[in-house]
């Protein structure tokens, strides 16, 4: 004998419930939906702020080496070297892989001294700034070898020139670090890096310090660009290696924040160091009466110039990192900094290219 139990009806909701019941579904499947879209939107403006900053450091990195030699020689009377642009260009490629090499082997460094920072790193631009170095180092070296000219058919290219002068083995000594720092960044102890970076800017150091007027002691001057190299190359590649980890670590602000805490007290001697060389250099280098009538000092006083312009922008980056509640308040000024530096490793390669000044008289010292 089987006995059913009674059944129980659901209770019938008024019309007043079933629209509660389908505004409360519909604003839940909007409230995702919004986020969605705000945060898809927040991404667009991201990549546009992205790619124009890429922009206008390809048109700087094109722009300079094509107007930037006439620009300069315009009126000095000064020669027109030949392939003066291509130099300029190699050169800014070499200095910009030294810079991003040098930047995520310090930043690396400063990340592991962050309070609970994040495991993940941004990824690597180790190899191909590795591989950009190399190959802007053998084009430089190709062009040492020929006489400082550029060959002009395969037959002028002669490494094997490159024993015969310091240029040339320096040069030589260039290419070989930065294929080894490629190596080391790709190992499994990716610090020993810098040993090979080093040995760049020690050789960068000797050969792009020229022996202008009567240098009593060349070696003071290779020091000074050394150090000045060294500033130069952790300041801008490390502020670029720290934005890219922040945004890396954007899920956690704080932990970004006190890495860029920890850059700027960093960049603050950097800024110093840069400086005081900066300076030094030029009352050894180049006749103050010269300074807007060679290519050297018009292409020297834009860079002092742009300098200037990136030590407002870093002050304004620490005043907001300071003061300012929000974490990542200064990462729009560090930004525009990071472009301003891409320019002035533009501008600094246009440097080392154009004529030395010629001193008539003997230097204020050294």
């Not at 040339?168 to 810098?194: H, I, W, Y």
């Not at 870093?314 to 301003?340: F, G, H, K, N």
Request: with cysteine.
């Amino acid at each position: 004998m089987s006995t059913s139990r009674p059944s129980v009806a659901a209770p019938a909701e008024s019309p007043e419930g079933l629209a509660h019941t389908a505004a409360t579904t519909t604003a839940a499947t909007a409230a995702p939906t919004a986020a969605t879209a705000v945060t898809d939107a927040s991404a667009r403006r991201a990549a546009l702020r992205r790619a124009v900053a890429v922009l206008v450091l390809v048109l700087a990195a094109a722009l300079v080496p094509l107007f930037g030699p006439s620009a300069a020689l315009d009126g000095t009377g000064e020669a027109h070297a030949p392939g003066l642009g291509v130099v300029t260009l190699l050169r800014i490629a070499m200095f910009a892989a030294l810079c991003v090499l040098v930047g995520e082997s310090a930043t690396a460094w400063l990340a592991r001294r962050v309070p609970d920072a994040p495991g993940d790193l941004p990824r690597t631009w180790a190899l191909v700034a590795a591989f950009t170095g190399a190959a802007a180092a053998i084009g430089l070296a190709l062009i040492v070898a020929n006489g400082n000219l550029l060959p002009d058919s395969f037959a002028d290219l002669r490494p094997g020139r490159l024993y015969q002068t310091t240029d040339g083995r320096l040069a030589l000594l260039e290419v070989n670090a930065f294929v080894a720092a490629g190596f080391c960044a790709q190992s499994r102890r990716p610090g020993t890096a810098t040993i090979p970076l080093a040995a760049v800017i020690v050789a960068e150091a000797l050969r792009a310090h020229p022996e202008v007027g009567p240098e009593n002691n060349p070696l003071i001057g290779s020091a000074l660009t050394l150090v000045h190299l060294t500033c130069a190359a952790l300041w801008a590649g490390g502020l670029l290696q720290v934005l890219r980890t922040m945004r890396a670590w954007r899920s956690q602000p704080t932990a970004g924040a006190a890495l860029l805490g920890l850059y700027a007290r960093v960049a603050a001697l950097l800024f110093a160091g840069v400086t005081a060389t900066g300076i030094c250099s030029t009352l050894r280098k180049l006749p103050l009466d010269s300074a807007f009538t060679t290519a050297y000092g018009r292409v020297l006083v834009a860079k002092l110039l742009l300098v200037a312009v990136i030590a407002v922008l870093a002050v304004t980056a620490r005043l907001r990192l300071r003061r300012s509640p929000d974490p990542y308040a200064a990462v729009v000024p560090a930004r525009v900094e990071v472009i301003a530096l891409g320019v002035v490793v533009a501008v600094s390669a246009l440097l080392t290219a154009v004529p030395a000044p010629i001193w008539w008289d003997r230097p204020l010292w050294g």
